[in-house]
């Protein structure tokens, strides 16, 4: 792959790193197959998983899909108002975040199923206009949907920690810092970031905290079956 190759090559670390791991899928999104192939429900994840577990966002949007039927859209977000999204598990402040990204995606302000022709800087400057949206979650989503191969999460604390613990250093890494750093890794610094993320956990184990969900979701369900098939049986 040509971003390993060249990362390789500008850096030691790199090639370590990608002997111990192997090459990583910047652009995988681990949802389960619950967002299909709307940004707009992949951005709701997004929002409601900040500040929160991963397993939680996945339960609370699982619950708003239900309501809805199907994958939400803008317009059921609006319907169902900032009440409902409350008792499905929202905070006030999340609910109203989400609300106010179903009412610019309705109005046309934004599009988040067409972007393709924006540059980098011109999504996250789109995406941060509204609500709830900072930096940080607008790069996840030029990453996870748009799969933009240049983009640094610099303020991100896990990528902070691995560059710390790979490079050795002796305290972690400011974003100014990390930014400094990354510059010699475009344009591949998405790819980058990857590797770093799953150097976070040993080879083996599961580093995303969103496949982790998605995993203890799964043995859930699964103890939950058993279990009731053990109780039909008893009774």
Known sequence: MRAYRS?????????????????????????GGRTGSSRFAAMLIHIIGQRTSAIAAFTI???????????????????????????????ATKAGY????????????IDLEDLADLTDD??????????????????MFLMRQLKRPDVL???????????ATRWRLSSTPSPA??????????PYRSY?????????????????????????LSERVRSAGG???TRRRSS
């Open 61 to 91: 949007y699982d619950r708003i899909a239900a309501r809805c039927g199907h994958i939400p859209t803008a317009a059921d977000i609006t319907a169902l108002g900032i009440g409902e999204l409350r008792q499905l598990g929202l905070s």
């Open 122 to 139: 011109q999504v996250v400057a789109l995406l941060t206009a509204g609500r709830g949206i900072g930096q940080w979650t607008a790069q």
């Open 153 to 163: 999460p610099a303020s991100d604390p896990g990528l902070a920690q691995a560059i």
């Open 192 to 216: 980058a970031a990857a590797l770093l993320w799953r150097s976070l956990a040993p080879a083996g184990e599961i580093s995303d905290a969103k496949e982790r969900a998605l995993r203890q």
């Open 177 to 186: 810092e990390v930014t400094e750093r990354a510059s010699a890794w475009s």
């Open 98 to 109: 989400v609300l106010d990204l179903a009412a610019r995606q309705s109005d046309g302000r």
């Open 227 to 229: 279990g009731r098939g």
């Open 7 to 31: 990362l390789s090559a500008s850096e030691a670390v790199f090639r370590d790193l990608l002997a111990e791991y192997g090459p990583q899928d910047p652009f995988v999104w681990h949802d």
